[in-house]
T-cell receptor, first 111, second 115 residues
Framework: GENVEQHPSTLSVQEGDSAVIKCTYS??????FPWYKQELGKRPQLIID?????GEKKDQRIAVTLNKTAKHFSLHITETQPEDSAVYFC??????????FGGGTRLMVKP | DTGVSQDPRHKITKRGQNVTFRCDPI?????LYWYRQTLGQGPEFLTY????????KSRLLSDRFSAERPKGSFSTLEIQRTEQGDSAMYLC?????????????FGPGTRLLVL
C-alpha cells in the first residue's frame, strides 16, 4: 500500500475490557490486511488477517472488520488479559507484494 | 526450528565498516522480504525476492545496500560504509506465493548498532 495510519498510538485498558485499534489506508489496490503482535525484543507474529472479499473475521477473542468503501479496518480484542500487552501493527498489501505497516499501537492491559 | 532464522541476532560496528546479515526462510517458501524497523515504528519494506530474482527495491535502499538470494534459498543483506542512521532492526520474512495474498512469517531480526 501507499500509506497506513494507525490509531491510537497507546491504549491502556483494564483486564477484561475490550480494546479497539483502527487503521486507514490509501491504496485502492490493497486487498489483504494482516495484524501483527510484537512483544518487546521479539519478532512480529501474525494474529489475524482479512482479505478484501470479507467484511469481518473472528478468531476466539480477536476479530477484524474491514470497510473497503471507507478504506479502514479495525482490530477488536475482547476480554483482554495481561498477556495481550504488546505492540500491535496493522498492515496492508497493495499493488506490490510488500506490506505497508501502520505506526503501531502499544496496548497495556492492567491486571 | 522450522521458522525463519536470521544471523547474527546482534551486530555492533563502527561507522564506515561493512556488515552482512543472513536470512534463512521457511523451507519451500519462494518469496523472501527484507524490512527495516526503527525503535517505536512499524517495519518498512526494503526489498523482496521471488526465488533468486530480486523483484522490487524500496527508495529506502540506497546504493550502499545490496541484497542477494543466489540459489533461491537463503538471502544476504550487505550494508557498505555504515552510517549511524543505519542503526535499526533488520527483519526478514518469507512466504509461499500461490497468489498475492499470503501470510508473511517474520524472523527474529538482526539488531544493528552503528557507533
Amino acid at each position: 500500500g501507499e500509506n497506513v495510519e494507525q490509531h491510537p498510538s497507546t491504549l491502556s485498558v483494564q483486564e477484561g475490557d475490550s480494546a479497539v485499534i483502527k487503521c486507514t489506508y490509501s491504496d485502492s489496490a490493497s486487498n489483504y490486511f494482516p495484524w501483527y503482535k510484537q512483544e518487546l525484543g521479539k519478532r512480529p507474529q501474525l494474529i489475524i488477517d482479512i482479505r478484501s472479499n470479507v467484511g469481518e473475521k473472528k478468531d476466539q477473542r480477536i476479530a477484524v472488520t474491514l470497510n473497503k468503501t471507507a478504506k479502514h479496518f479495525s482490530l477488536h480484542i475482547t476480554e483482554t488479559q495481561p498477556e495481550d500487552s504488546a505492540v500491535y501493527f496493522c498492515a496492508d498489501q497493495g499493488a506490490g507484494n510488500m506490506l505497508t505497516f501502520g505506526g503501531g499501537t502499544r496496548l497495556m492491559v492492567k491486571p | 526450528d522450522t521458522g525463519v532464522s536470521q544471523d547474527p541476532r546482534h551486530k555492533i560496528t563502527k561507522r564506515g565498516q561493512n556488515v552482512t546479515f543472513r536470512c534463512d526462510p521457511i523451507s519451500e517458501h519462494n518469496r523472501l522480504y527484507w524490512y527495516r524497523q526503527t525503535l517505536g515504528q512499524g517495519p518498512e519494506f526494503l526489498t523482496y525476492f521471488q526465488n533468486e530474482a530480486q523483484l522490487e527495491k524500496s527508495r529506502l535502499l540506497s546504493d550502499r545496500f545490496s541484497a542477494e538470494r543466489p540459489k533461491g534459498s537463503f538471502s544476504t543483506l550487505e550494508i557498505q560504509r555504515t552510517e549511524q542512521g543505519d542503526s535499526a532492526m533488520y527483519l526478514c520474512a518469507s512466504t509461499h506465493s500461490s497468489g498475492r495474498e499470503e501470510t508473511q512469517y517474520f524472523g527474529p531480526g538482526t539488531r544493528l548498532l552503528v557507533l
